[in-house]
Structure formats: C-alpha cells, structure tokens
C-alpha cells in the first residue's frame, strides 16, 4: 500500500497529506539544525520527545481554549493536525534577556525583561528570519493590525500560561516562539497557533542551577540534547517509554 504523498519537508518535521479534506499528518525528525542550518546533526530519540512535548502543550493549549492545529497523536512520531494557511511570521515572546536580543542589547543572558515583550521574524530562511516591526508587516500585507493585535493577545495567553507549567517543574521559561496558522471558514479567517511548541522552539533553564535544557545544549555543544530534552519530559510526565530510532518514513494512516 502507498504512502501518503508528502507535501513538505523542513528542518525538522514533515508534512503529509491528512487521512481527510483539511487535515495534515505532522512526522517529527532527528535532524537538528543550529544557525539557519549551518550545523546539523542527528540526535536519535528526537523527534519522538518533541512529538509527546508538542502534544502536551498543544493539548494545555486547547484545555484553557486556546485554539491550535493538534487533532490528536498517531503513534510515537506522528501527529494528525488541521491544515492551516501560515502566517509568515515568527511570534517571539520574551521573558528573559538570551540569545540574539542578549547580543543586539549588550545585555547579560538571563537578565529579566521589565515585562514580557513580543517581536516578529520574517519566516525566510535564506534571509536568517529577519526581525521586522510591525509597521512592515502591516504595509506588506502579512497580516492585518487587527490580526496582529489578536496574534500578540494569544502569545501573551500562551506565555502566562507555559509559564506557569514550567515553573511548576522547576524550570525558567526565558523565551520561545510560535507560528499562528489562518482556518478560514467562509470568508472568516480563524487565528490558530500552529507548527509545533517544544524544547526546540523554546529557551527552558533550570530554575536552581541554570542548566540550559533546550536547543542551545545543540548550538553551543553543551552535552547531550537528548538528555536534556528527556529530562523536560520526566519532569512534565511525559516521558515516553519506548525511545527507539524510527523507520525512515511514517507509516501509513488508516
């Protein structure tokens, strides 16, 4: 029996077409990438703990209704999730100085921000994502001021939230990003957050000692990304119980 046809292939996840009009199967890979793909690598074990972390916080999402793609979990690295019109843009919420602002800022890393603050990439990687003011994104049409004021509504609902989880675990949520996805139904454009929330699209430090337990153990080769990863799940609940290298490509969805 054939495959579903595949649709998309990014750095870290692939899309195929859904078992229903709408829908969309989301495979996560072991592929990691670090500085808009300049460092790569394979992390075995990967993509089943973002596959179980997404769900948990894309599940969080929907119980305090916020709405977003997640239908439900297929398997280990499988997810079924809505087909959405996404908008070109990165929604970064920060509560801590890191990363990038940290250096534009001459800011020490970890230093609290005065208030959680949002910004937005231009998603294109072969311009680096790009920071954009609102003024662009606005005059070139990516989305509307209204679209933009619901959008940085909901990341503020998604932060005080997450937030809140984290902190309960004794983790320090310093930043993450999101990607928001239009549903049209008519001619009525539904705002949903999309893509996926893991320890890839998020900053998570240890509250007591600092240890990153995020990407950055990647970037700045600071041990092992699965450990670090694992250890978010422990703490969250949802560690799987089977970690095992997958086949190459999803199985088919009845």
């Known amino acids: 029996m054939a495959r579903r046809k595949k649709l998309y292939e990014g750095k870290a996840k692939v899309l195929y077409e859904g078992p229903e009009p709408g829908t969309l199967v989301q495979y996560f890979k072991d592929d990691a990438t670090a500085f808009n793909a300049e460092k790569k690598d394979v992390i075995e074990g990967k993509g089943v703990l973002n596959n179980r972390l997404s769900e948990f916080f894309m599940t969080g999402l929907t119980q305090i209704g916020i709405p977003n793609h997640f ?74 001021q209204q679209e933009l004021d619901d959008i940085v509504s909901m990341a503020l609902r998604v932060n005080d939230w997450m937030s809140g989880v984290m902190y309960g675990v004794g983790i320090k949520l310093i930043d993450f990003k999101i990607e928001i996805g239009r549903v049209w139904e008519g001619d009525f454009a539904r705002l949903i957050v999309a893509d996926e929330i893991s320890p890839d699209s998020c900053r998570l430090w240890d509250m007591e000692t600092g240890q990153k337990l995020d990407k950055d153990v990647f970037r700045r080769d600071l041990g092992n990304l699965r450990d670090a990863y694992t250890e978010v799940a422990r703490r969250l609940g949802v560690m799987p119980t089977n970690v095992t290298h997958p086949p190459s490509k999803p199985t088919l969805i009845n």
């Open 71 to 144: 239908l439900k979990r297929l398997n280990m690295r499988e997810q079924l999730i809505r087909q959405v019109e996404i908008v070109p843009l990165e929604v970064i919420v920060r509560n801590f100085a890191a990363g990038t602002m940290a250096k534009r800022l001459g800011m020490e890393e970890g230093t609290a921000l005065p208030r959680p603050i949002v910004e937005f990439s231009y998603k294109d990687d072969s311009l680096g994502d790009p920071l954009v003011p609102e003024e662009y994104i606005i005059a070139f049409g990516w989305a509307s």
